[in-house]
């Protein structure tokens, strides 16, 4: 922090002073300085006051408003000298990190505690917006060893804790139990796609649903939930940072998706959201978030099946990649805000809160030792998405530490799942982008 | 929204007197001395009602849609066989919209910032296009010139320096943030400006005899004479700053200063899935509704004016 | 409306000198010297300080390599123009530029003018409506897109409905470039079209009454009269609107926004420049050289205009 002050101090004696430096003065980017700080430097905050203030910008994932409305209250009868302005910053991920890289910009507004999702925090890190969590961590003794380990070192880069896991999710296999039994079909998601290959044409026959299958809408979702897909036939957007998915494998995974669209047509895929499509009957079964599993629950008028992620002919497990946000915290607000919006990080994130909040979302309760098991009897779906987390597999470096990738992979999906595009020359076409951005915004910026 | 880019410099573009927004007097037909022929009878007759009725139909079909859509439950929404009517006239839609994101708040703050910018506006518009046109100054074709270029500039490129500017000054989350930097007004000033210029200037000569300064010859005489052109510019100003989206959009975050554009995005981020088209409806018709009533009451100044100098080129 | 087209007297073609007389004293001068400021100069002010300074730290940041977001950034020059014209992108953003333009500004004169010629008959309802078609060009851009995006919804909107009805499948309105392309311009000239039909029935009823008699659309030569005749005499409405709805098209942005947010298939240069600052690459020098693009584009349009205008001063 300190050393943020400094640096907007200078850029106002720099902006004061030089003639054309003075269009910047106003709050544009400095050219003068060294490269961008990146707020690596350990935070004192010993004999700090939290403030009395502070926001916090959500986009509500998983529909999740009421439940962090309840949450900050109860944070209120605890905390009653810090107040929490819950602010909706976005209707997705996207729009929240749109706003608070505007805000950024303009060095003023940010809010104390922002979601950030898995495609954003690394970028974030990168520009120098979030502090390390760790002298945080260590002054209020959060429980880091409570979380769940592969959720929590999700964020960990430079062997620093960088956010903390929120509203945190995996795809979860979604399937309408009634058209399931009228097809004759086994209770239970299939085990792999060349299975489910089988089933497809069957339950479009006795079901009346248009598509047996519907793939997630392609904005937002693509290039999460198609992993499932290259993986299993052995492929994957990138391999570290060998960009493959133009590699035969993918290719095989992405033709296959293709044809079960086009050639074998008992596939579409959603516009929206796949979850509001499965539960108006529209389809079968789909592939979505488990925080959309309570929403799916209260709306569909069947019975909702859930089951682990299909694998492929290369792969059956792991096969499902873990996704949604955690919290961070930024770097361009002063001490007392950070430590404020600490305490608020702290108890959003103990064991009784995310089960609350996984009690009305869905997502996965980020704690170990959280007692489910009142939750668990109301929603048994949800031990479904937890014990899937074992068999979860890293996300591919190319769609979570490349900006703008999850949108170009989503353009490619578009190409090769709506347009019929040739799927290899789609995919070659990717990898340049992909590599391209690599090259561009983020190998400058990798500490080797 | 961009409601009319520059038309002409040219004077003779707006020969019309002041009278011409009375000329689109809807109440008078058109063509009054056009003889009732034959041709024009068939015409009737064959293809007189059916387009109109087309063109009409295709205007209010949607908007139609909409209302009828507010009424409806999820169950009446997502599901594969469509019902046309909703099953009832339910406002619970209306009762989610309004409680899930204060309405009536973004409504009393779309009426500050339209009533306050617009004023604000039509009055700069006003001096600035009387300076401009009565009062002698050097420069000002060159003063002239810099208003149709910055006709140019589209507000949305002008989003993050004016951003970083407003939210230096503290103006994020206020009222006086979301009108200030949209107060300077090209647009009105253009309109006007190309008013004045048709004004014969024997009325004004006269008044200046009479030892009228500037300020009562402005009040007295050019405002009374200009009253349909600047209804016009006050409605097109209006419109824009009831309309307008993307400054609000981002520098406000706190459903207690978002304008009505806003809210319904907020809204939309609330209840952004398949169940909620309903409630999106309903919050819908609460921002298009207010704007098409103004728009029934005034749309005679409103169309005369914005065709105002177009047939010339 | 102004009805003197052709006909129109002799007067006023050259601009008219302000009325004020000569001056007479150096002190009157010097006193509209200030009143000019005193009325002019808030306004001018405003105009500069959000326009102009906003445009001018534009061009400042096009020559930046800056990311949106960080404190600091790097001067490249004009690195960042070379950037956008020798990459894909350019093409990508400027084909979906011309197109979009292109066919929003000729659907909605063309539509127009038909929509004016049915508007310019004796019939009663013609007041209502041409109200009714102008309409949706005064309603909120957020709200209309809303609307349309919910009739053009594959699953539960009643276009994919009807579809259903005749045994179609709804097309993949959303997820497919191309069509959510074709969906915005509709949607776009759905607004804009009472614009074009309202402007053009003023050029219309301006015409002299022998012209639109003979012309008139009735009859087997009527449309071709109606072509030979009366549209070169409109010649002066359709560049009025053609560089109008052109500038509009070009900066056309809440529609696009509200129904295609991400912006595939439907990135024009406006949009292209918002994604690229505030999307997902935070580039925003790059963002920048977008919008200065954008802006050259305009300017050229408009001097364009004013050159046509100064040389038909000529003729009429």
């Given amino acids: ?448 | 929204m961009s409601l009319l880019s520059p038309v002409s410099p040219d004077p003779a573009a707006n020969a019309g007197p002041a009278a011409d927004a009375f000329d689109a007097d809807p109440g008078i037909p058109p063509q009054r001395h056009r003889p009732f022929s034959r041709a024009n009878l068939v015409q009737t007759l064959a293809g007189g009602y059916l387009p109109l009725i087309v063109a009409t139909l295709v205007v209010f079909l949607p908007l139609l849609w909409m209302v009828l859509s507010s009424f409806k439950q999820p169950g009446e929404i997502i599901t594969m066989d469509l019902k046309i009517l909703p099953e009832s006239l339910n406002f619970e839609n209306y009762n989610i919209a309004m409680t899930t994101v204060p309405f009536a708040q973004f409504f009393l703050n779309s009426l500050i910032v339209t009533g306050v910018g617009a004023t604000i506006k039509v009055l700069l518009a006003i001096l600035t296009a009387y300076a401009l046109v009565f009062v002698r100054f050097p420069y000002k074709n060159v003063i002239f010139v810099l208003i149709l270029v910055a006709l140019m500039v589209p507000p949305q490129v002008s989003i993050l320096p004016n951003y970083i500017l407003i939210a230096g000054m503290g103006g994020k989350n206020t009222l006086w943030g979301i009108i200030l930097p949209g107060l300077g007004t090209a647009f009105g000033t253009f309109l006007l400006r190309q008013h004045f210029m048709t004004l014969p200037g024997s009325i004004l000569e006269s008044a200046e005899i009479d030892g009228a300064g500037h300020w009562r010859r402005l009040w007295r005489i050019v405002v009374p004479v200009s009253v349909p052109s600047i209804a016009t510019v006050a409605l097109v100003v209006v419109v824009s700053e009831w309309n307008d989206y993307i400054w609000p959009l981002i520098i406000t975050d706190r459903p207690e200063t978002m304008t009505l554009p806003v809210g319904l995005t907020l809204l939309q981020n609330s209840e952004g899935n398949g169940s909620g088209w309903g409630i999106l409806m309903a919050g819908a018709v609460l921002v298009i509704v207010p704007i098409l009533l103004v728009f029934a009451a005034l749309q005679r100044y409103i169309v005369a004016g914005l065709t105002q100098g177009s047939v010339t080129g | 409306m102004t009805r003197q087209l052709t006909d129109r007297p002799r007067a006023a073609v050259e601009p008219k000198p302000a009325p004020t007389p000569r001056a007479r004293w150096s002190a009157r001068t010097r006193r509209d010297f200030f009143v000019f400021l005193a009325l002019a100069l808030p306004n001018l002010l405003l105009i500069g300080v959000f326009t102009y300074l906003p445009l001018f730290n534009n061009i400042y940041y096009s020559t930046l390599d800056w990311t949106l977001g960080s404190a600091s950034a790097t001067v490249v020059g004009f690195d960042n123009y070379v950037t956008f014209f020798t990459s894909s992108d350019a093409t990508k953003v400027l084909g979906t530029t011309a197109v979009f333009t292109l066919i929003t500004v000729g659907g909605s004169m063309v539509l127009g003018l038909l929509v004016a010629l049915a508007l310019n008959s004796k019939i009663r309802g013609t007041t209502f409506a041409r109200s009714a078609v102008f309409a949706p060009y005064v309603l909120s851009g957020v709200g209309v897109g809303l609307v349309w995006l919910f009739i053009f919804d594959p699953g539960y909107g009643v276009l994919a409905w009807l579809l259903r009805g005749i045994g179609q499948q709804s097309p993949q309105w959303i997820n497919d470039p191309q069509l959510s392309l074709v969906m915005v311009i509709i949607v776009y000239v759905w607004k804009n079209l009472g614009y074009c039909a309202v402007v053009y029935l003023a050029g219309l009823q301006s015409l002299p009454q022998d012209v639109m008699e003979a012309a008139s659309l009735d009859g087997a030569n009527g449309f071709r009269r109606f072509v030979s005749m009366a549209l070169p005499l409109l010649s002066p409405t359709t560049f009025f609107l053609l560089i109008t709805t052109m500038l509009s098209s070009l900066q056309a942005f809440d529609l696009i926004r509200i129904m295609t947010p991400l912006g595939n298939g439907t990135s024009t240069l406006i949009y292209e420049a918002y994604l690229q600052a505030f999307g997902a690459f935070n580039r925003a020098g790059y963002s920048a050289a977008i919008s200065v693009v954008l802006f050259a584009i305009l300017l050229i349009i408009t001097v364009l205009q004013l050159r046509f205008v100064e040389r038909k001063v000529h003729y009429s």
Avoid at chain 1, 21 to 26: D, E, K, N, Q, V
């Fill in chain 1, 1 to 448: 922090m300190a050393l943020n002050l400094d640096r907007r101090h200078f850029l106002g004696l720099a902006g004061a002073g030089a003639g054309a430096a003075a269009i910047s003065a106003c709050g544009g980017p400095s050219t003068g300085g060294s490269a961008a700080a990146t707020g690596a430097a350990d935070i004192d905050f010993s004999g700090v006051k939290p403030a009395a203030s502070i926001d916090f910008w959500s986009n509500h994932p998983g529909k999740s408003q009421d439940v962090e409305k309840a949450i900050i209250e109860k944070f209120h009868a605890k905390f009653p000298d810090i107040k929490v302005n819950l602010v909706t910053a976005g209707a997705n991920y996207e729009e929240i990190a749109q706003k608070f890289q505007t805000s950024q910009a303009a060095k003023s507004g940010l809010p104390g505690l922002v979601v950030l999702s898995d495609v954003w925090w690394f970028r974030y890190y990168s520009n120098g917006n979030i502090i390390a969590l760790d002298s945080l961590i260590k002054q209020l003794d959060i429980k880091v060893d409570d979380f769940q380990k592969s959720l929590v070192a999700d964020y960990k880069y430079e062997d620093k804790q960088w956010a903390l896991p929120y509203g945190r999710s995996t795809p979860l296999f979604y399937y309408n139990k009634d058209h399931f039994k009228a097809a004759g079909l086994p209770d239970r998601a299939p085990k792999t796609w060349q299975e489910f290959g089988e089933w497809a044409p069957k339950l479009q026959a006795s079901s009346g649903a248009q598509y047996a299958y519907i793939y997630p809408a392609l904005a937002g979702y693509a290039g999460w939930t198609l992993q499932n897909n290259l993986w299993g036939w052995g492929g994957s957007w990138s391999n570290e940072w060998t960009f493959n998915c133009d590699s035969e494998e993918s290719v095989a995974a992405l033709q296959w998706a293709q044809d079960s669209i086009f050639k074998d047509k008992w596939a579409g895929v959603s516009s929206k959201e796949a979850a509001d499509d499965f539960a108006a009957g529209i389809t079968s079964s789909t592939i979505s978030s488990t925080g959309s599993l309570l929403g799916v629950l209260k709306s569909a008028k069947f019975n909702v099946g859930v089951g682990y992620l299909p694998g492929g002919p290369k792969s059956e497990s792991p096969v499902c990649p873990t996704g949604g946000a955690g919290l961070g915290i930024p770097s361009g607000v002063s001490k007392e805000v950070q430590l404020a919006a600490a305490t608020f990080l702290k108890f959003m994130t103990e064991p009784e809160n995310t089960a609350q909040f996984s009690a009305a979302t869905g997502y996965m309760p980020t704690r170990t030792s959280a007692d489910m098991t009142a939750v668990l009897a109301a929603t048994p779906q949800i031990k479904t998405a937890m014990d899937q987390l074992a068999v979860t597999r890293v996300q591919d470096n190319a769609r979570v530490f490349l900006p703008g990738a999850d949108q170009e992979m989503a353009k490619a999906a578009a190409a090769i799942l709506t347009q019929q595009g040739d799927v290899k020359a789609t995919m070659t076409s990717l990898k340049a982008t992909l590599e391209g951005i690599y090259t561009k915004d983020v190998k400058p910026k990798l500490k080797s």
